[in-house]
């Protein structure tokens, strides 16, 4: 305990660890988190040049869905303290009712779903009272939003996931943890095939991070989107 202390004092700073932090909506957080000035441990399967040229912690060679790969991170993350953790790494596939494979089903569900409340779980005694933790969802995983069904899998996996930090809320409150789900917006990414539709990563990242400073266990358990508004499950 005292030692957990004494690490903490080192540095003032926030410490945010994100998750898939190479490209896309992660790598905004940790551009637009070192802007600021908070403290950032970028996790990655392999990173980029945009990532290395941002100057932060990277750690690179961590698939989510692999348990070993994620403990020998948390071995080598020792004491640190985690004052937000953002679940932010996910895979999007295309299955329609007519194109319902099983692997691609699990896949998505093994890593949007499992693999963060795996992680979570893991990076549990990392955290103290007043951290947070952010899932990163979708309005694709609410129920009550649905009005063009298809994305089995994706929608699936992220429903799911909305379920698990809807409990974690609940579990860690006691830790004085708070969680939230968000939801970036329409946004030009890979994942979208960098959708002209969608609002560009800064824009986003812009909202997402006022959510995350107002997040306090008053709210923690919501679903919102990055602009502000709360989302129906
Ligand atoms: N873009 C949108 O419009 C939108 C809308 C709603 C929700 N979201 C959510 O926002 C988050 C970020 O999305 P994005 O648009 O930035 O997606 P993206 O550009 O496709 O980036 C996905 C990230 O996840 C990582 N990843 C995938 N599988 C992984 C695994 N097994 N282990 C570790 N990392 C893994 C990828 O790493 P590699 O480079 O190694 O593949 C990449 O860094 C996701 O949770 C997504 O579901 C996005």
Redesign the pocket.
């Known amino acids: 305990m005292r030692l957990k202390k004494t690490l903490k004092l080192f540095s003032d700073l926030t410490v945010y660890l994100i ?8 790598l905004e957080y940790c551009r637009q988190l070192k802007t600021r000035g908070d403290d950032v441990i970028a996790t ?3 990173s980029s040049l945009d990532l290395d040229d941002l100057g932060v912690r990277v750690e690179p060679g ?4 692999s348990e070993a790969s994620v403990l020998n991170f948390k071995e080598k993350l020792n004491e640190v303290q985690i004052d937000v953790l953002i679940l ?5 596939e295309n299955n329609s009712f007519e194109c319902l494979e099983k692997e691609s089903l699990r896949r998505q569900f093994e ?2 779903a499992l ?1 963060p409340l795996n992680f979570t779980k893991t990076m549990v005694s990392n955290l103290r009272e007043g951290s947070k933790v952010i899932l ?5 995983g609410s129920i009550e939003d649905n009005s063009s069904g298809g994305s089995y899998g994706y929608r699936m996996s ?1 429903a799911a996931l909305c379920m698990a930090g809807k409990s974690l809320s609940i579990d860690l409150k006691p830790r004085g943890i708070s969680v939230a789900l968000l ?5 030009s ?4 095939g960098f959708t002209q539709y ?1 609002v560009n ?1 800064s824009e986003s990242v812009n909202g997402l991070l006022k959510r995350i400073d107002s997040l306090s266990l008053d709210t923690s358990g919501s679903f919102w989107h990055a602009n502000g508004e709360i989302l129906p499950w």
């Open positions: 998750t898939g932090a190479n490209r896309g909506i992660g990655c399967r392999s961590i698939d989510l869905t932010n790494a996910a895979i999007a890593v949007n693999a990163m969802t979708s309005r694709m992220k939801h970036p917006g329409l946004v990414t890979r994942m979208t969608g990563p």
